[in-house]
């Protein structure tokens, strides 16, 4: 498996006043890398979701949870994971873990009154979900032809 050019990992308490915190990051990074302004939105609302789900159904209201969202930046794609069991990621090794979702998996997106993983899938190019001492979300979004050359950086000199 190649190696990411850039790791980014963020802890943040099991709280929805952090979504937009996660939001923000994730916007910036999606940003840097050249992403449109249409892509950086669906996965803003990707990993809102999953980070979303994470903070309403992770843990108990007295529990104090935290979640860990992970991006891994690389020439062609972003890949996003966002844990809810609150632990560090060894990127390839949860990678390597992580299988495809099947639809005869219960997790916890699927409950009323979510999109959830429906949504996910439908703006991200990927995902797949890891149900182990929590749930594991790891989703990419691939950078399309004629964004692959644009250097936000460059632009501004």
Same mark, same amino acid.
């Given at each position: 498996?190649?190696?990411?050019?850039?790791?980014?990992?963020?802890?943040?308490?099991?709280?929805?006043? *952090?979504?937009?915190?996660?939001?923000?990051?994730?916007?910036? #990074?999606?940003?840097?890398?050249?992403?449109?302004?249409?892509?950086?939105?669906?996965?803003? #609302?990707?990993?809102?979701?999953?980070?979303?789900?994470?903070?309403?159904?992770?843990?108990?209201?007295?529990? @104090?949870?935290?979640?860990?969202?992970?991006?891994?930046? *690389?020439?062609?794609?972003?890949?996003?994971?966002?844990?809810?069991?609150?632990?560090?990621?060894?990127?390839?090794?949860?990678?390597?873990?992580?299988?495809? *979702?099947?639809?005869?998996?219960?997790?916890?997106?699927?409950?009323?009154?979510?999109? @959830?993983?429906?949504?996910?899938?439908?703006?991200?190019?990927?995902?797949?979900?890891?149900?182990?001492?929590?749930?594991?979300?790891?989703?990419?979004? *691939?950078?399309?032809?004629?964004?692959? @050359?644009?250097?936000?950086?460059? #632009?501004?000199?």
């Amino acid at each position: 498996m190649e190696v990411a050019f850039d790791y980014v990992e963020m802890k943040v308490p099991a709280k929805p006043e *952090y979504v937009g915190v996660v939001r923000l990051t994730i916007s910036g #990074i999606a940003s840097r890398m050249g992403f449109s302004y249409e892509v950086i939105e669906d996965i803003k #609302i990707a990993t809102s979701e999953a980070v979303t789900n994470a903070v309403q159904h992770a843990y108990k209201s007295n529990e @104090g949870g935290e979640i860990v969202v992970g991006f891994a930046l *690389y020439d062609n794609r972003l890949e996003v994971m966002v844990s809810d069991s609150g632990k560090s990621f060894d990127m390839k090794k949860t990678r390597e873990e992580t299988g495809p *979702y099947t639809e005869k998996q219960n997790v916890e997106f699927m409950r009323e009154g979510g999109l @959830g993983l429906y949504l996910i899938e439908s703006l991200m190019d990927e995902v797949n979900v890891q149900l182990n001492q929590g749930v594991i979300v790891y989703m990419t979004k *691939y950078l399309e032809g004629e964004q692959v @050359g644009l250097d936000a950086e460059k #632009i501004s000199t």
